[in-house]
């Protein structure tokens, strides 16, 4: 749908406040010929840290692409920085874990076709087979890993290598309802995104509708986490919620749960690929207008 | 804002479902001259009960005020039924418990005096004076009852004569800060509505904003319920929540906080003045439309 | 998902106010041995017309299906009324009318299939051919009949043609992009759904976004209404809104405006095919718990 | 409830999008000695135009503040910038026009109360005196000043005069329900808030409930917007919207509409007193984060 320009580099940033940060980031742009799209910056005032992206057009940069961190060091060292660099025509690779049902699959699959999401899905891993045919129809690989506690660590060792084959840089938990080994999770910190079907940390474990028609709450919600060894803990990328009453009956509560699973998840994925999200303690800073 | 009109009986029952309970009740209003003007009903299959809540127009009804219980009883016993029969030009007395916190009270008061609220509001205590100019500016009584560890057995007593002598059929806890001990709560089952400043059961205790941040939460709410005297745990009558993000402080989180609360707290006491409340079994059923 | 039990008969009715028609109706269901397992009733005091929907297990019912309607005739004389006669397990058969985006059609697809929808779609009708691969996806007859002003009689004759070789009860217009003549209209009153991609009335007409761009609206909507032969003006049944900022460009609201036309469209519909809506005076009543 | 701290600057500027223009403020703030502690830009790339909200802490700052401006001017006509400059200590005066009804009065004077708005209301105007005893309780100034067609100009003098000799910088009209001249409205561009009760561009006009209603809309809306000689014509600020049904009667319409209408009002009028808005062609840049 959007139109391809020039390329734009990204510029993701933390480091102690302190005068002179913007002043020093954006002579380094412009001096070397750089336009300036996007800017937004945060204060967390109470740990006195400042978090920063910066994104600018690169038509006319005088720096090389890969020459561009290099110059940058200085300036990052000075301050202390924590920082990455992206490149927006850079599309990664996603892969996507995924059980036995679909609607968060088709949400990601159709999203990424219409172009709202700028990634390339390469592969579908899933421990039941029921999602085949959706795969087929897009043309993705699918593979079924079945997992019992016996096998738990042999197959994610055959995932690890899938993921690194197709050299995967995002991993999305579509629903999967399997509990990743802190090893497996330790491979790609804040590169995994799980959709909870609770709003954390309220009900968090399997069954947060039947826990919520139990204490007959009258919203129920869906969080989108980075995920951390601690189960339901990582730092939370977005969240939403949908009325609902005593009229709900659980099945009620998991066609209405769906839909805002998917939104959030579709919504925390493209944060992410659209190099939006520092974490910092735990805690997201999502730069999302 | 409302034209009172002829007076209305409501009648809210629950019984294990069974044929012909609907054509019993109306059967019984419609012999007596009654005309329905609202009526709802709601099965909850999984525990096969019936609920419903039904009002009708007194205008030409043929029963005295005084004999409509007395008459409906053989239907009552017929289907085993729990009911409560009220009348919409009966105007409860309240008492509002506050603490520092002007938020919750104003609504309250400015929801009463635009008609919104049928209520009349008797008292207000408070265990500190600072609200008392509220209270003087809309001629309301408002009591000062210091509450420590030690005098809490003898304020609360004080607090029940008060009610008793204001005959108070309800209690809204206005962020009032001080938990009510059990003995206090057991003289109004399901007559103290209390505001909790989180989204329940996300956040119990006391500092829910500051826990809101710490875990980084892209959502915070608010939750109005009846009082039990298990702490927090009481059925949930009205929740809402409103979006928050990284940059909001504690501070933020507090003032964004207070729109939602006094908004949440105002709609579970109309729910309540209104009669469309059923509480079965700690869950709430709400008659809302 | 929904477990299928008995089936059921569902009523919806209209009539002027008067005493005694609850107690008819239920008393009506009650005799023949039918379980009422839902009903909802509304009067419009201004007009003096009551609105009900009541539904009911045929598990013991003593009359045949077709026995009930001929059996209720003397019930809705005497209370001057219009209605209709539904039952539950009748699936009724749905064409979907599409133009090239794809995002309406695939949420009334995958929630047909999650049996969210519960309408057959017998075959989807396009002036284009892009959307071909998902009918073909879903093994579902596609009929591209393109539309020019001077071929616009002929073509609907040919849709009115396959329409009722198909047996279709609901048409639904999913992002059409055509305007239906009045003769076609006409033929399907209160049955065709379309979805605007605007809070009608505000932006009617064809390019609802670039109309909420120049005029700098901070929330942009979605509306889903019957479609009658004066343009965007047929009653309404569904409409959803999203907030939106000077940020977004035209290429985000349509983005934004995409996730609520689908949702929007999707609840019309399910409140259609549920039998929930009664439309009186070019406004419609939905029974929507 | 905010503890104030250094005070800080505030810059608001637009200006043709070209390279330098972040590197340059920001070095003008750097150089000397400000630190930067909130930034926000944005680009109008359709109109080639660049926006940017740049807030500074004073507290090193080697400038006086009266000699900021008079320093910033180089750089502001090498950019072509349209600029103003701010100080977040300096909290205006406020004007507030109502008429008969309470709610919103009610909320800017709570929240201006609580800390919220930061501004001083030193008067209140009406054509009615029904709200005197609010201003009596809060202690401001009220003038009825009734309108007739007749009298208008004459009234609209004195309000002027009023203003000029309370040094008004804002005004706030609180559901004033009287149309101002042209003449009135320039004197103050951009400084007068209108609540409007409805989601504009839908329901222009004295009578939108009632409109909604005829229309059978599911949501209605409040905008609050600058007020411009064209009525209902001028730039939004901020809009929101509630669910409404089949079943709200017009009384409940104008109840539901009210807590909006309100709320929607204090967001815009808080906006404004941080100075985070910014009007380029008749629609508002909020930098609201």
């Not at 029921?130 to 060792?157: D, Q, S």
């Not at 991993?171 to 491979?187: D, G, K």
Request: charged share 25%; net charge positive; with cysteine.
């Amino acid at each position: 749908m959007q139109v391809m320009q020039a390329p734009h580099a990204i510029l993701l940033l933390s480091c102690p406040d302190k005068r002179g940060i913007v002043a020093s980031v954006s002579r380094f742009i412009y001096q070397n010929g750089g336009n300036i799209v996007h800017a937004e910056q945060y204060t967390d005032t109470s740990q006195n840290r400042f978090f920063m992206r910066i994104e600018w057009d690169l038509k006319n940069f005088q720096l090389k692409r890969d020459k561009i961190a290099q110059a940058f060091i200085p300036i990052a060292k000075e301050f202390k920085m924590e920082w990455r660099l992206h490149f927006n025509d850079h599309i990664p690779n996603v892969a996507v874990f995924v059980s036995k049902t679909s609607h968060c699959l088709y949400e990601l699959l159709l999203r990424q076709r219409s172009g709202e999401l700028m990634g390339n899905i390469k592969l579908i891993i899933s421990n039941h087979s029921n999602l085949r045919y959706i795969a087929e129809n897009f043309g993705i690989p699918f593979y079924v890993l079945a997992v019992t506690p016996e096998t738990k660590i042999k197959v994610e060792e055959k995932e690890l290598r899938l993921l690194q084959e197709h050299e995967i840089e995002l991993v999305i938990l579509a629903r999967y309802m399997q509990i990743l080994t802190p090893n497996f999770v330790n491979h790609y910190p804040n590169r995994i995104i799980n959709i909870h079907h609770s709003f954390l940390p309220a009900f968090a474990g399997p069954h947060p509708y039947h826990q919520a028609k139990e204490r007959g709450v009258k919203v129920i919600g869906a969080t989108s986490h980075y995920v951390t060894p601690e189960l339901d803990a990582g730092p939370i990328i977005e969240q939403d919620v949908i009325r609902v009453s005593h009229r709900d009956s659980i099945e009620n509560l998991i066609q209405k749960g769906r839909d805002i699973e998917k939104l959030v998840l579709a919504r925390a994925v493209k944060m992410h690929l659209e190099n939006r999200i520092i974490v910092y303690e735990n805690r997201t800073i999502v730069f999302d207008t």
